[in-house]
Nanobody, 121 residues
Framework: QMQLVESGGGLVQAGGSLKVSCAASGSIARIGSMAWYRQAPGKERELVARIINSGSTNYADSVKGRFSISRDNAKNTVDLQMNSLKPEDTANYYC???????????????WGQGTQVTVSS
């Protein structure tokens, strides 16, 4: 059973920093892109940052220069370092990954359960 498990959310004051992490586990042959999405109450889920195998990244305009995504291919993990946090960054943050199973080598998309990030003003 493939799983993505997030950790590291919490409460931080505006201007502060926080890191959220995600670990993939299961019958993994290969992981393609890994990403972080977020969803605030009453809003649609939006892409925050994505990183592919080569290390190439892309970010939402709202977080460029403040957030940094990184991955460890050996450990099947992806981190999101969030600096200069703003109250509008408050949301549930979800890990996302495209994974080829070692059982059938079929690509599927997986989501974590989410971790809450709250930024107080």
């Amino acid at each position: 059973q493939m799983q993505l498990v997030e950790s590291g959310g919490g409460l931080v004051q505006a201007g502060g920093s926080l890191k959220v992490s995600c670990a993939a586990s299961g019958s993994i042959a290969r992981i393609g892109s890994m990403a972080w999405y977020r969803q605030a109450p009453g809003k649609e889920r939006e892409l925050v940052a994505r990183i592919i195998n080569s290390g190439s990244t892309n970010y939402a305009d709202s977080v460029k220069g403040r957030f940094s995504i990184s991955r460890d291919n050996a450990k099947n993990t992806v981190d999101l370092q969030m600096n200069s946090l703003k109250p509008e960054d408050t949301a549930n943050y979800y890990c996302n990954a495209g994974i080829w199973s070692s059982l059938d080598y079929v690509w599927r998309e997986y989501w974590g359960q989410g971790t809450q990030v709250t930024v107080s003003s």
